[in-house]
Structure formats: C-alpha cells, structure tokens
C-alpha cells in the first residue's frame, strides 16, 4: 500500500518544521520506501509496517503540542509494489508520447 501523510501539531506556535522533521525522521528510519515534499510524506509498504509508522510519526509530532491534525490517503493494492515510483513514471511516459 501507499499512503500519503501530512501531520502538525496544533499550539506549537508559528512554525512547524521541528516537528515535521520529528516526524520524517521516523518515517526514513523505518526502511520503508519513502519520499517527502513540501506538503506530504509518502510511505509504501504492507498495512500494519506503514500504519505503524504513520502512527509512530503522529506521536513523535504530538510531543510539540497539545493537539495533532493528521490528513490520511491511502492506495491500496493487494500484490503490487515498487508503486512509489512506478506511478510517476507511467504518468511522465504518458506526458512524453504526446509530443507536448
């Protein structure tokens, strides 16, 4: 599965990324296939490694305040793996054979 997550903590004043990199430290620690941008962190693996992990990054966020957001997507697709990238490359194929 794929999940794409982004969590912050709620009273932490002004800025975020301590927290945020609380949070990613755990996710690249994990061994998981992961990539992070400016809103969301991506993580691929089975159900209960990347539930453990988002979990674990929710907690490691929630030590810089009183309260966490955490916004959730998921790709579920039982036997397919290596999808972290494959979905961007089968995108950036289909834009090169336009000739656009």
């Given at each position: 599965?794929?999940v794409?997550?982004?969590?912050?903590?709620?009273?932490?004043?002004?800025?975020?990324?301590?927290?945020?990199?609380d949070?990613?430290?755990?996710?690249?620690?994990?061994?998981?296939?992961?990539?992070?941008?400016a809103m969301?962190?991506?993580?691929?693996?089975?159900?209960?490694?990347?539930?453990?992990?988002?979990?674990?990054?929710?907690?490691a966020?929630?030590?810089h305040?009183?309260?966490?957001?955490?916004v959730?997507?998921?790709?579920?697709?039982?036997?397919?793996?290596?999808?972290?990238?494959?979905k961007?490359?089968?995108?950036?194929?289909?834009?090169?054979?336009?000739?656009?």
């Amino acid at each position: 599965m794929l999940v794409a997550f982004s969590v912050a903590p709620l009273g932490a004043g002004e800025s975020v990324a301590e927290a945020v990199a609380d949070a990613v430290a755990v996710v690249r620690a994990s061994g998981l296939p992961n990539r992070t941008s400016a809103m969301f962190t991506e993580v691929e693996g089975e159900w209960d490694e990347v539930m453990d992990v988002v979990r674990r990054a929710t907690e490691a966020v929630g030590r810089h305040g009183h309260r966490v957001s955490l916004v959730l997507k998921a790709d579920i697709r039982p036997g397919f793996t290596g999808q972290l990238d494959a979905k961007v490359e089968r995108v950036e194929a289909e834009l090169a054979g336009r000739g656009d």
